[in-house]
């Protein structure tokens, strides 16, 4: 078996994260791996992904 891989985004400012070592609890999966076509569709695709994730931890904004 290969080495599983999460990408994980900080939906809100919480200073420098570089070098630092990271706890993550899965709450649910958003959606399936997806190759964009351009980056118009991958940043409106990461926008519906944040909204996605505001419903499921209850927040209506998770985006700053």
């Given at each position: 078996?290969g ?18 070592r ?5 709450i649910?999966?958003?959606?399936p ?10 940043t ?14 209850g ?6």
């Open positions: 078996g080495e599983e891989r999460l990408e994980v985004h900080v939906l809100k400012p919480v200073g420098t994260l570089n070098g630092r990271l706890s993550v609890d899965v649910a999966r958003i959606r791996e997806v190759k964009f076509n351009s980056v118009n569709e991958l409106s695709q990461i926008a519906r992904d944040a909204a996605r994730a505001g419903e499921l931890l927040t209506a904004n998770p985006l700053p």
